[in-house]
């Protein structure tokens, strides 16, 4: 292989950022190119296809499907109400007549002649979607959505569950080693995005969620404490779509673990600010990670997005797999070679010098840039 | 096509592009070189030809041969410039991701199901009128999923259309959406009863692109599943390779049709099959899903554990399997919330490599159940029709077999392959041969093999332009014979002899009792063979019938002989120490861990 892969995630003050809102179906795009839009603005609309229940007629009016256009009231296109008959049978004995009533309101859609089976289609379900950040709209996609441009903060995290929200930031730890305890969130959460620096436990998103907050983060979470949250086991790492009552980002891992001291100076220093949230984590190809924006209208704009400085000596850089897992440090040397580590695994390594001073030899691959 | 000499050939996977090159030298065909560079179907290349384009830049930097000439490539070959063929398969974007239906779910849901698979694709559900959902939810789920293609079957020619209609119609008013592009019309292929064809037509024809093949099933006793997996791979080239980014660019240059990666794993599995006339089971184990393919008797069959895989799926093995039975492979022991986040750490973080040789301990577990579960899977679908009447002479009256046997006969497969990372690169050879028997339990004698560099796909390709080209290929470079394990068959009572054994191996004879409940470990090299004798208990059966002497021929490989006596199922002590005990001597006797 030419290089390891050394996946980074982003962390920076200062970035340039487009989001593509998008309609999952053809609609109409509410705003202009140019224009300022923020976060909880409609910028484009569309009506989803209503829901549709079938019914079998051949078996309530005792019929053949050919027989059955004969006993319609009502035609293919025809709009019903609830409860209003659609068909019936023309016996001599008027007392034998089988009336079939309309089960939801909407279109009658469909008559088959060949399974006599009848569709309904329920009315459209409007849906409408959000800017998500402020900023402008710098591309329409006609018909479709609009691409929205911001600069600011930019942080990347490891894993989320939960959706888009937003609200101001609340730092609530004191440093990014400390674990918050439930006692420390209170009604001043309403509405907002809290900050911890290490775990969040159970106790503590609950929390959250009761004190009304809308999003909670932290450096690492539990699983047994994400099976709970969840209901469920999460086998595959796509998430997003969770309704749990609040979103929820972690920036290192799983188990207890500090969130880099970057990350939290940051946060720590856009404390109030509206930002701007998602939880959705896709692993697999087209990787998406969590992220949390804090817009700045006149940031000064220095690193545009994608900017890598890349595996270099120097270079910031956190394990990501035990022995050492978690720990920040720099990259003190390249050894060139592949070495041998303890599992007879022959790798690419790097030597790496934590904070602390200590150094150890750890493979490429299980290293992370911390990137500007 | 007048020469094929030089051959370069690509696999477009979701994460990397792999190259390899194939040179004719002194009438054989041999792989020289491989080439990879990451896969380029994302932001912001959104150009798949990139990525392939940078494979064979790296080919060409080994090879010394230049291929290129920009970005076009050089054909013929002329001495040191040049390729004859370029040939490619893809999986890049996700694969191909199938809905199928079927009237029966276990007869054409099952047949639609394993046309499907065999194409290569992922089937995403199967829809049948008895699947037990209402109506509404059947519309609700096929409007969810947004495949690439819906395949429907349903009904023997000549037999009742309502039923085919009817998921017709659910289908017609569920207007599904392709999952790429929102401006064409979904492809979907109607393999079902001819004569319900014209009402198909009438009911999905304008909402659809429809396409109309040959039943899959056209009578109860048979299985027609060839005319519509063709259609499966056109549609694939025309409607959902088009639409990915760069793939009109990569069609042009390839110079045989691009096959989704399985269904060329798939071709290379039956085509060894065919020409060696064994029977073969593989598999291959990736991030996200694990393959298993296999071949008995001439019939092939292919599944996909969509969510069975060693990095973004690691965590449903452990959900599925159970924590005990990832910790039954474990001589150490483990509290089950560190395990637990350290495989969620490995879910988020899918690249990184087992440090410690605990976690390739781990590792190696969470392999073992994935396989497992994958064949486990795999025999559930490869069974013979459901639904046939077959003809019953005296000797079946005590069989009280009702069709749907499963076709994986243990007993009468000659070799078992493995591909895929935590397989081909683990440190120890006889790892992978240990994670392969544990896993698929092979009984009597079997061959192991592992895809040293997964090339299978690539040969798969080229097994449709050059068969012979293609097998040469794979026995002598993309096959590394890891030996041979020999599991006689039969419970017997632990630590009490179940077979002698006499072997003439190259280093001299041995012979001695296995017991039950043991493992013995002989070297043989990839190119030994030696003369292997035994002498099962009476309830015990090597191969030639319980109790009776068997004598037969085995071939060495990187992980040597393997003479397995623990039985089939594998039986573990249940106190935990002695199972711990068990492992290590095992583990001992296999060498296949650091002794410290």
Known sequence: MAHA???????????????????????????????????????????????????????????????????????????????????????FIKWFKTTVKAPISGTL?????????????????????????????????????????????????????????????????????????????????????????????????????????????????????????LGYDLGVAITGTEDIGLSVIVTEGFGPIAMARKTFDILRENNGKETSISGATQIRAGVLRP?????????????????????????????????????????????????????????????????????AIVPRANVELIEE | MDK????????????????????????????????????????????????????????????????????????????NRGVDIYISTSSAGGGLQMMVAGVIKAMTGESAQRCALGAGAIVMDVLASNDGRQPHEKIERIRQLRP??????????????????????????????????????????????????????????HKTALTIAENIRPKLEAENLGPARHVIHDLFLEHVMAQAPGYRKLIAMTDAPIMPTPGAVGLMMQTASKRQNINVVGVDIGGATTDVFSVFDGIFNRTVSANLGMSYSVSNVLAEAGLDSVMRWLPFRLDEADLRDRIKNKMIRPTTIPHLLEELQVEQ????????????????????????????????????????????????LDLLVGSGGVLSHAPRRVQTAAMLIDAFQPEG?????????????????????????????????????????????????????????????????????????????FSLEADEEARLTLRPERHIDAGAGPGRELTTAVKGGAAGLILDGRGRPLVFAEDRTQRADQLRQWSEVLDHYPKN
Request: charged share 25%; aromatic share 4%.
């Open chain 1, 5 to 91: 892969y050394t996946p980074g995630l982003r962390v920076t003050r200062q970035a340039r950022l487009q989001r593509q809102r998008q309609l999952p179906l053809k609609g109409e795009v509410a705003v202009a190119q140019g224009d300022k839009v923020t976060r909880d603005q409609v910028v484009a609309r569309t009506d989803l296809p209503g829901n549709v229940t079938t019914l079998n007629l051949v078996n309530i009016l005792s019929c053949t499907p050919e027989e059955l256009p004969n006993y319609m009231l009502k035609r293919e296109g025809d709009a019903v109400e609830v409860g209003e008959p659609i068909a019936e049978t023309r016996p």
């Open chain 1, 109 to 229: 859609e469909n008559i088959s002649k060949i399974t006599g089976q009848v569709l309904f289609r329920a009315p459209p379900r409007p849906v409408q979607v959000m800017a998500y950040i402020d900023g402008s709209v710098v591309n329409v996609l006609p018909n479709e959505g609009v691409i929205v441009e911001t600069t600011g903060v930019f942080v990347q995290g490891i894993f989320g569950v939960g959706g888009e929200t937003w609200g101001p930031l609340h730092v609530i730890s004191s440093g990014p080693d400390e674990i918050l305890s439930a006692d420390q969130l209170d009604a001043e959460c309403a509405g907002k995005i809290v900050v911890g620096g290490n775990l969040l436990t159970r106790e503590v998103i609950d929390k959250a969620r009761e004190t009304g907050a809308v999003g909670i983060i932290g450096g690492g979470i539990r699983d047994a404490d994400l099976r709970d949250l």
């Open chain 1, 291 to 359: 992220e949390i924006i804090i817009p700045e209208a006149d940031a000064a704009h220095r690193a545009e997005e994608g900017d890598q400085l890349g595996l270099v000596e120097g270079a910031h850089l956190r394990a990501i797999r035990a022995p050492h897992f978690g720990r920040v440090g720099k990259v003190a040397a390249l050894p060139p070679e592949l070495q041998m580590v303890e599992s007879e695994t022959r790798v690419r390594v790097l030597e790496v010098e934590f904070e602390n001073g200590d150094r």
């Open chain 2, 4 to 79: 094929l000499d030089v051959v370069i050939a690509t696999d477009c996977g979701s994460t990397t592009t792999k190259a390899i090159l194939i040179e004719k030298k002194d009438e054989v065909y041999r792989q020289t070189y491989r080439g990879e560079a990451p896969t380029t179907v994302e932001a912001p290349y959104e150009d798949v030809t990139r990525g392939v384009l940078n494979a064979i830049q790296e080919v060409e930097e080994l090879s010394g041969r230049q291929i290129l000439d920009g970005e076009t490539i050089i054909a013929p070959a002329d001495g």
């Open chain 2, 148 to 205: 690439d293609m819906v395949l429907l079957s349903g009904g023997t020619d000549g037999g009742t259309i309502s039923h085919v209609v009817e998921l017709a119609e659910f289908i017609a008013a569920a207007d599904p959406k392709p999952r790429f592009g929102s401006g064409y019309q979904l492809p979907v292929i109607y393999a079902g009863n001819r004569d319900a064809a014209p009402e198909i037509e009438r009911t999905l024809g």
């Open chain 2, 365 to 412: 577990a969470i392999a073992r159940e994935a396989l497992r579960l994958a064949f486990v899977q795999h025999r559930a679908l490869a069974v013979g029709l459901k639904g046939v009447q077959a003809e019953r002479t005296l000797s079946d009256v005590f069989d009280q077999s009702s069709g749907g046997e499963s076709l994986i006969k243990m007993r009468a």
């Open chain 2, 445 to 521: 004698i079997t061959r192991l093999a592992v895809d040293s560099i997964f090339m299978m796909p690539h040969l798969g390709v080229l097994s449709s332009v050059d068969e012979r080209a293609a097998t040469q290929v794979f026995e002598r470079d993309c096959l590394i014979y890891l030996g041979t394990c020999i599991a006689p068959i039969g419970q017997g009572k632990l630590g009490a002899a179940c077979a002698q054994y006499e072997i003439d191996l190259p280093s001299g004879a041995q012979s001695g009792a296995l017991n039950t409940g043991d493992l013995l470990h």
